[in-house]
């Protein structure tokens, strides 16, 4: 017997799946080690969380193989897919990680620091693990190829554009399963015109007409848009400026801005929406405020960008998980045709607005759009 191993290795966690290689692949075991840093936990589906204390990468990679070995008994595993964070100008559909593409895909750290290179060490890992298996690229940015110009363009000189300094937006996985979704279940809306909101500790939003991506909240590198969990996202480039002036280096700008910015910097104390709507302390809301106040503002460009608006779609950790903030975001908007059912969305519900225009919760699954690429490469 055969199997698929898909590995997402994101800048807190790195979710795997294992799954047969039908033609669809049916999920035999899912999990994740999050929290990375110096208290994670590795979570099984279906399991209490179980603590592992300091981890990074490299020993989260152990963990998950060994945590894995049990359902791999007995089966060779065939194939194994990777999410890469940044496919840059050339990569947008899924590919064989040869060492030429491997090379090439390096190139691009510096376009995604926080990502790419766990995403290549995870690579890296699994063929030491599994030399014998094909190992498929599948990249974020791919969903987003083919943007209008006004999107994907920045007014700097136009000879930056040409070089590759150009929105590429982020959370392609995603936002395929939830087009496919929306194909499958929800045909007229998935032919209209659709926001989807991947709201985690990392967050984007979409606009989709037609089941294609034609804007994103987030630009050039995963640090813009909206505020994430240690993220800062949109910031007036001139703030960098001033900082510079202030004889702060290079390395001490980028480590404020990807480890210690977004809801963790603006609280103070937490980049987990769990704990700060838990907080009674003031800076926490601040934090949440300004999180809701930046989704509402993108919501309304994106509307714009469509011109008009048949349905929102809220997916991601926070996005499935958080009905306050689902609630706040959609409070007032009926303007868009946005009405919320406070019930259905208290219960999470799939379908939770009652207005002219469709509000869902769809989890996402990007671990099984990997999936599907390796079967469809192990297929021919």
């Not at 009674?280 to 949440?288: C, F, L, S, Y």
């Not at 919320?340 to 379908?351: E, F, G, H, K, Q």
């Amino acid at each position: 017997m055969t199997a698929i191993l898909t590995l997402n290795a994101g800048s807190s966690s790195i979710k795997f799946g294992i799954y047969d290689t039908a033609p669809e692949p049916d999920l035999l075991m899912s999990g994740q080690v999050e929290n990375l840093g110096p208290l994670a936990r590795l979570e099984l589906a279906g399991q209490s969380p179980a603590e592992i204390g300091p981890a990074d990468h490299e020993t989260a990679m152990a963990v998950i193989l060994e945590a894995a070995g049990p359902v791999l008994a007995g089966r060779r595993v065939a194939g194994v897919g990777h999410r890469i964070v940044h496919g840059g100008k050339s990569f947008g559909a899924p590919m064989l990680l040869t060492p030429e593409t491997l090379a090439q895909l390096r190139t691009l750290v510096p376009l995604a620091p926080l990502h790419q290179p766990q995403n290549l060490a995870a690579v890296a890992a699994s063929q030491a693990a599994f030399p014998d298996a094909v190992q498929v690229g599948c990249f974020d940015t791919g969903f987003h190829k083919g943007h209008p110009f006004v999107n994907d363009a920045f007014a700097l000189p136009r000879k930056f554009y040409d070089e590759g300094v150009r929105r590429y937006g982020f959370h392609g996985l995603s936002y395929d399963y939830i087009t496919g979704v929306l194909r499958r279940d929800w045909p007229a809306l998935a032919a209209g015109r659709v926001v989807i909101a991947h709201l985690g500790n990392g967050a984007s939003m979409c606009a989709v007409q037609g089941g294609h991506s034609v804007g994103s909240s987030m630009g050039f590198s995963a640090l813009d848009g909206l505020p994430m969990g240690t993220r800062c996202g949109q910031l007036d480039p001139g703030v960098l400026l001033y900082l510079m002036d202030q004889g702060l280096g290079r390395d001490e700008i980028a480590r404020m801005l990807y480890h210690d910015s977004g809801l963790k910097g603006l609280s103070g104390i937490s980049h987990d929406m769990r704990t700060l709507l838990r907080s009674d302390d003031p800076r926490a809301g601040e934090a949440i405020d300004y999180y809701v106040f930046r989704i509402r503002r993108e919501l309304g460009a994106m509307a714009a960008v469509l011109g008009g608006l048949d349905g929102v779609v809220f997916t991601g950790g926070i996005g499935e998980n958080a009905a306050p903030v689902r609630a706040r975001v959609i409070e007032g908007m009926g303007f868009l045709g946005l009405d919320l059912d406070p019930a259905a969305n208290d219960a999470s519900a799939t379908r939770i607005g009652t207005g002219a225009t469709e509000i869902l919760v769809i989890p996402t699954d990007e671990e099984r759009v990997i999936a599907r690429a390796v079967a469809a490469e192990l297929a021919g």
